[in-house]
């Protein structure tokens, strides 16, 4: 946690070299949120409750285990496969067999 933080932080500070450096003018940072992955899923109820509460009270850190960052991926690989079904984030209940059939 602290080595994310202090990420966080040392970007922060950074930011105006970044802009200058790639002369991107309008590069702009108010929030910043880090990314830890560490640890496995855990099936006991008051370890996860425990979890849970951690991960939620955590600001600016996203906190996931390595399970679920592999889901994850999974499903984003299974969604990059040609020829699969595509399935709108709005509207969960219709299928779409192509991408001419998406409605935008």
């Known amino acids: 946690m602290n080595q994310v933080m202090d990420q966080i932080y040392n970007f922060g500070k950074s930011i105006a070299n970044i802009k200058e450096n790639s002369r991107l003018n309008d590069l702009e940072t108010y929030s910043v949120t880090g990314y830890l992955i560490m640890g496995r899923s855990v099936a006991d109820v008051d370890q996860n409750k425990s979890f849970e509460l ?16 592999l889901t994850k991926l ?15 984030a709005i509207n969960t209940s219709t299928i779409f067999t192509k991408a001419d059939d998406l409605p935008f």
């Open 54 to 69: 951690f991960r939620g009270n955590s600001k600016n850190i996203q906190i996931l285990t390595f399970d679920e960052m």
């Open 74 to 88: 999974k499903f984003l690989l299974d969604f990059l496969q040609p020829g699969k079904l595509l399935v709108p």
